[in-house]
Every structure is written in C-alpha cells, then in structure tokens.
C-alpha cells in the first residue's frame, strides 16, 4: 500500500486516451491512495463521471460555477486539499492553458490555484506534441517544477505513429508513487528576487563612484532559496563573488539599471535587498574621459540621489512581494536605525549588520547579524556567510508557508 493515506486530485481532459484514467483511478486506489476526480467538458466526451464516481467512490466534480459543489468543497478548497495534482490524460489544449496561466473552467482554475506539486501524463496526436507551441509550452511547464510521465511512442488512434501516446497506467503509478515520496522543498514554486553587490555610478567612461560590496552575501542568499526549491531572480551589481548557478542572473552596474531589472523580474512571492546600492551619482556623467590641467582645479562633481530600490519595490501597491527583506549596514545604534528603516522603508524584515571599520564583515567571509522583524529584534551569532544565508531562507520559507 505504497500510497496509503496520500491524496491524489486527478484531472482528466479531453482524448481518446481518457479511458485509461479509469484503470489509473483503480492503480491509485489498489495502492491504498484517496482519489477525488474532476472531468473537463472533453475528458466528458470519452469516460463518464458515473464511471469516475463508480471508481473514486467519491463525487465527481467537472462545474466551475455550481453552487451545491461549492458549498460542499469550495474550487480552492479543492486544489489545496491533494498531496498531489494528476493531470491523466493531459490533451495539448490543458498543457496550452496552464503554461499561458489561463483559467476558463474548473480544471484550469485548479491547476492556477493550488499550491500542491503537478504531475501530467500528455496524451495526443505526434503532430500536435511535435508542434513548437506545445514544445515551448512543456518547456515552461518543466522549468515551474511542473512533474512530466510519458508521452510514450507507438500507433495513435489516428493511424500516425509517434510519441503522444499517454503512458500506461503503472507508469503513472510509478511516477506519481516517485512524485510522493520525495520530500517537497519547501519553496518549490515560489519566486524570489535578489540584488547583490555595490553598484557602479560613472564619473566618466574610466572612472565610478563604488562601495566595498562584495556580493558574497546577496549571492549566498540567491543560492540558498534556490536551494529550497526557489525560482531566483538574482540582480547583481558588478560584484567580485562568483554568482551561483542555479538562479536567473541579471547583471547591471548603475542603482538606475538595478530598479528597473528589479521591477522586470516582478511579481515574486518574496525580494531580498542585500545590494549596497550608491545613493548618489554623478549628476552628469562625462562621456569621455575627464583630463586634467595643468595648474587646473580638480573637477567638481554634482550629486544627486539615486532611486531607492527597496522602498520602491516595497511600496504597497498590487505588485508588492508578499514578503520584503532589507538589509541595513550602520555603524553605530544598529537596532534603532535599523528599525526606523524597516518603517521608513515598508519592508517587513531588516537584516541589520554593523559595518564598523575593522570587523571585517564588509567584503569578508562572515557576518554577524541582527533579524528585525514586526515581532522584534533577534541576535545572531557571528556566522560564515552561507550560514546567515541558509537560517535566512529557512525563515523565509517557514513565513511564506504560514
Ligand atoms: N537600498 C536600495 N536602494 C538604494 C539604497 C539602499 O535598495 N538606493 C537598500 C539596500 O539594498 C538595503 C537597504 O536599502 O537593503 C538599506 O540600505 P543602507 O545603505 O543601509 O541604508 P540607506 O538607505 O542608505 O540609509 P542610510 O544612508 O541612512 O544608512
């Protein structure tokens, strides 16, 4: 009974294949699992919901809009309530609008609201599994964390011979068996952005106003969420510390070029805002190189602010992340300023450091930090690095999981 006590939401679609979720459901059900089915309106045109309700011992849902279901078990309810989603079979037409995110009846209303992994087994014609649109459609589907079981090769019901066959039902089994005993990461499906590292503010073409950044903290905190399971957007100044593999690294050099590759990468479920951003820059930089003079007066440069990147992504407003880390770097009265920039900034948490002249923490190895929160202020030991970065997304989970 390797599934005893796992709940699986099997959605069948539309294709000739549908008849085989009828001996999937009973696979499921041999191997101890609860299933709860729901019929599109082209999975309807090849199996019955008798069949499905026979099978399941449970009612069938296929109406996005009825109110009888929705007082028993609401559609996000629904979606929620599995260990697992199964779409069997998985028609190019179900693939189609779960990787553009539209949802226009019950079925893709599920698969846009739950929180729960996605396993598909795609079923249908060599031709339209061969077509560029699905192949793009997989590939997004795959890089979401979107589970995949066949399509298997052989004769199609159309007399064509190809892969689009939907894979058999112990495949399946074995697949959603593989797919629940995995241990879920904890952030899997969620997005998180990241700014690393000082940023740039040219004088001229040769020379910039820059900081001691390193990047080494932004960078371990990018690779420790995606280390649990996150999609990482990791927006990096021109840092010294090699960035990690498994993120999406976009590189700038200017605090200007930052803000607008943070506000591209949105919306994300949570923003860490580790960058040393400058907060001036030249006013107006020189396009070629500045000489001097002999005798000459050195050249004065005018300032002005750069854009808060931070407060601007955290202003409130439908784009916000649901969670905004900043960090604070002072020398002096750590928690008080750090507690008036987590107000003045609307971030929820500051990850506070003194950066005083000779601890090493700016461009070293370690750090030692204070978490402030809504609930208060927490002292860190003094830690490498990674570590600060590891207990970090271990708390971010924890929150986006609350
Ligand atoms: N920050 C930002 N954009 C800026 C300046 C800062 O996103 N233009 C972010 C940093 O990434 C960090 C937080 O704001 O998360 C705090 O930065 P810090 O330099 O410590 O504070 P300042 O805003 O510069 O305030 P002060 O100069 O008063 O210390």
Request: net charge neutral; proline share 6%.
């Amino acid at each position: 009974m390797s599934l005893s006590g796992r709940r699986i939401l099997l959605i069948v679609s539309g294709g000739i294949a549908a008849y085989k979720a009828l001996e999937l459901v009973r696979l499921l059900r041999r191997a101890g699992g609860e299933v709860r089915a729901v019929l599109t309106a082209g999975g309807a045109q090849f199996v019955t919901a008798l069949s499905l309700q026979a099978l399941t011992e449970h009612k069938v849902y296929s109406e996005i809009f009825s109110l009888t279901d929705e007082s028993e078990m609401g559609h996000i309810q629904l979606s929620r309530s599995a260990d697992l989603v199964v779409v069997a079979p998985a028609s190019a037409d179900i693939l189609a609008h779960m990787a553009a995110g539209l949802c226009n009846d019950l079925a893709t209303t599920l698969l846009l609201a739950t929180d729960k992994r996605v396993l598909v087994a795609p079923a249908m014609n060599v031709r339209m599994w061969q077509h560029a649109a699905t192949v793009a459609n997989m590939a997004t589907l795959r890089e979401r964390g979107v589970l995949v079981v066949g399509p298997d090769e052989g004769a199609m019901a159309c007399n064509e011979w190809g892969p689009g066959r939907l894979a058999e039902p112990p495949a399946i089994l074995a697949a959603i068996e593989t797919a629940l005993a995995a241990p879920a990461l904890p952030l899997a499906g969620r997005r998180a952005l990241v700014t690393s590292g000082p940023t740039h503010e040219p004088i001229d073409p040769v020379r910039y106003l820059a900081n001691r950044s390193s990047g080494r903290q932004g960078h371990a905190i990018a690779a420790a969420l995606a280390g649990l399971g996150a999609d990482v957007t990791l927006v990096s100044g021109p840092a010294t510390a090699t960035p990690p593999e498994d993120v999406r690294l976009v590189r700038v050099e200017t605090a200007t070029e930052m803000l607008r590759a943070c506000q591209a990468a949105l919306p994300v479920d949570v923003g860490v805002f580790a960058a040393a951003v400058a907060d001036w820059r030249v006013a107006s930089a020189a396009g070629t190189k500045l000489k001097k003079t002999p005798g000459g007066a050195p050249p004065e440069l005018q300032l002005v602010p750069n854009p808060d990147i931070l407060a601007t992504i955290a202003a409130a407003g439908p784009s916000r992340p649901r969670l905004v880390v900043g960090f604070a770097a002072e020398t002096g009265d750590l928690r008080a300023y750090a507690e008036d920039k987590r107000r003045r900034k609307n971030c929820d948490w500051i990850v506070a450091n003194d950066v005083g002249a000779d601890d090493g923490i700016m461009g070293g190895s370690e750090n030692e930090v204070c978490l402030i929160t809504e609930a208060g202020a927490e002292a860190w030991p003094r830690l490498r690095k990674e570590e600060v970065a590891g207990r970090l997304a271990e708390r971010i989970a924890t929150a986006l999981a609350g």
